[in-house]
């Protein structure tokens, strides 16, 4: 029989013991490995805390991620937060005291703090005790940098406008508000550029050209700039100038865009020339938000008048004064189209040689329920800058060729002329419209006369005189009315298809008694003569008038002496009254 000694056993139990410490510690060195390699695997790091929440250890991945010695701070927590995490250190300090308060089973926050490149990386921290006997607190942080990155290029994308790569109105609204982490924005000054006409431009090209367009024109407005742009919708811009300097800064700059679009933009070997109407606001005491700045700056853009091009203007306190008439005046036109509202004046015109009635002029009134007659040099300018003067024109049409048909009853001669404004003539299917009434009341189209004022030619003249040869070429006659008093130029009076020429009555005011004001109406009814135009002359009140247009020859003559503008009933007796000489 086999036996051990005493000391045999004791030996081979004490060995068995050894044995299996060592295969114990063997594991848990693999498990801690696996566990290394899993968290290095995800990004992840492992950490003690302190019960006295005085140090904390890191494994040692954390060196190798961020280039981090815990030496540096000593594995002291308090200096560690001080160091890399001072934005966060509140809400640490929080989430810890919200965790031992019990309102929370776990510490958890996501945090950001820079490597040692100088990299900004983004952890998502959780931590709890290990026991409830130790307190000592084991924590994993996930390092989420990626994520974080993910959604902030989602983010951008969101600001993005497709069509032209510029960021939305919102990326500006989000940036001023402080909800985008990257940008902050202060002392800021907004300027909003309106491409004149750009409407215009995607109605003759098409709106794939005119997208083309507006992305050489950000890019010309970025290179000369450098400063934060975005689109606002089809032809706007808004421009940010971050902490800026005052209203000069802006202006300057407004001043430099305008001049840089002297220039042309090419596009496939066509050249695009570009104005804009621009409107500038700034943050005076640093509390503005986006849709206080956006307000100020449009109504800054609506003050500019609508023949006026690369003008700029700085809101004022004036201009707010009167933004609530303005937008009170622009509902109300809105609504008077929808309720009919608006009614036809006709001034009777004077044949100069014969003295018989030859045609009238149609003058739109707008009969306001409360205020009465309102004259169309208040509303006519609103009208224009709200886009309602197309709906208003296509009325006064309607209106004067219904008129124009029973007149031509009572003399096949008669015509009737329509103020038509350079929003009406830049309009796409203007002349068009202009067609279907023809044909729709079966008219000679010589007995419509359009009348446009020299202030239309300051917007884009090849395009106006390509409009008015349309017009002429279709058999419409064209007037250009109250010569003398906008942008005269004899240069373009001869490039600018015409019929006829209406003198403005201010220069029969005093031409009875002023040998200057006579010699200038002389001046003007002779250059009609040469350029082979008729002539018009309009504010005849007296027979001293008369007999003084009827020794230069004046062919028309319109004014309060034949009559003041009257209905359409009382033009049909007036017709029929000076259907003899006077």
């Known amino acids: ?14 060995s068995e013991r050894l044995n299996a410490a060592q295969k114990r510690i063997a594991e848990l060195k693999e498990h801690d490995f696996k566990l290394e390699f899993a968290l290095e695997c995800a990004d992840s790091i492992n950490w003690e805390l302190s019960e006295d929440f005085k140090k904390i250890i890191f494994c040692d991945h954390f060196e190798t ?12 927590f308090a200096r560690f937060v001080n160091l890399h995490l001072n934005p966060h250190k509140t809400r640490i300090y929080e989430c810890i005291q919200e965790y031992l308060d019990g309102k929370t089973d776990i510490i958890s926050l996501e945090i950001s703090m820079y490597d040692s490149s100088g990299i900004k990386r983004w952890l998502h921290v959780r931590g709890k005790y290990i026991n ?42 989000d940036a001023l508000a402080g909800r985008i982490e990257s940008v902050r924005l202060s002392n800021v000054g907004l300027m909003i550029l ?37 689109r ?31 220039k042309p933009l090419e596009i496939e070997n066509q050249s695009y ?44 306190e004036y201009i707010r004064q009167n933004a609530d008439d303005y937008f009170n005046m622009a509902y109300e036109l809105r609504e008077a189209v ?92 203007f002349i068009g419209r202009i067609q279907n009434v023809i044909k729709e009341n079966a008219l000679p189209p010589g007995n419509l006369v359009v009348e446009v004022t020299e202030s239309v030619f300051i917007t884009d003249m090849t395009r106006i005189i390509n409009m008015l040869n349309r017009l002429r070429g279709i058999g419409v006659r064209v007037s250009l009315d109250d010569f003398g008093t906008g942008y005269s130029s004899l240069s373009y009076l001869k490039k600018i298809p015409l019929d006829n020429l209406k003198i403005d009555q201010s220069f029969l005011i005093d031409v009875l008694h002023n040998p200057a004001s006579e010699a200038i109406l002389k001046s003007i009814i002779e250059l009609a003569r040469n350029l082979n135009l008729t002539i018009t002359a309009e504010g005849v009140e007296t027979a001293g008038h008369l007999d003084l247009l009827k020794v230069y020859g004046c062919d028309y003559l319109q004014g309060y002496y034949f009559s003041k503008p009257i209905p359409p009933a009382e033009l049909e007796n007036f017709i029929l009254l000076l259907s003899r000489t006077i």
């Open 1 to 14: 029989m086999n036996t051990m000694s005493f000391y045999d056993e004791a030996f081979y139990g004490e």
């Open 65 to 76: 991620m961020y280039g981090i010695k815990q030496a540096e701070y000593d594995y002291d």
């Open 132 to 173: 409830e006997k130790s307190k000592l607190i084991y924590g994993v942080s996930v390092d989420i940098t990626e994520r974080k990155n993910l959604e902030r290029r989602l983010s951008q994308m969101a600001y993005i406008d497709s069509e032209t790569g510029l960021y939305k109105p919102e990326y500006i609204a």
């Open 194 to 230: 309106n491409i004149y006409r750009f409407e215009d431009i995607n109605a003759v090209f098409g709106h794939e050209r005119g997208n083309i367009l507006l992305v050489h024109a950000a890019e010309r407005l970025r290179e000369l700039t450098g400063k934060l742009l975005t």
């Open 232 to 262: 606002i919708d089809s032809g706007r811009f808004i421009l940010v100038f971050n902490e800026a300097s005052g209203v000069q800064e802006l202006v300057e700059a407004a001043g430099k865009i305008c001049g840089a679009f002297e």
């Open 273 to 316: 020339y570009l104005n804009f109407k621009i409107g500038i606001a700034l943050d005076w005491d640093g509390n503005s938000d986006f849709k206080t700045l956006m307000k100020d700056a449009e109504l800054a853009v609506n003050h500019v008048k609508n023949d006026e091009i690369n003008h700029i203007c700085v809101i004022s």
């Open 338 to 429: 929808k309720r009919g509202e608006f009614t036809m004046f006709f001034q009777p015109i004077i044949s100069g040689e014969s003295k018989k009635i030859t045609g009238a002029e149609a003058l739109i009134r707008w009969k306001h329920p409360e205020r009465g007659m309102v004259s169309p040099a208040v509303f006519i300018p609103v009208a224009e800058q709200t886009g309602v003067i197309n709906q208003i024109g296509d009325f006064v049409l309607c209106e004067a060729v219904k008129q124009l048909k029973k007149c031509l009853e009572l003399d096949n001669n008669f015509y009737i002329s329509i103020n038509v404004s350079v929003t009406q003539l830049m309009s796409s299917d």
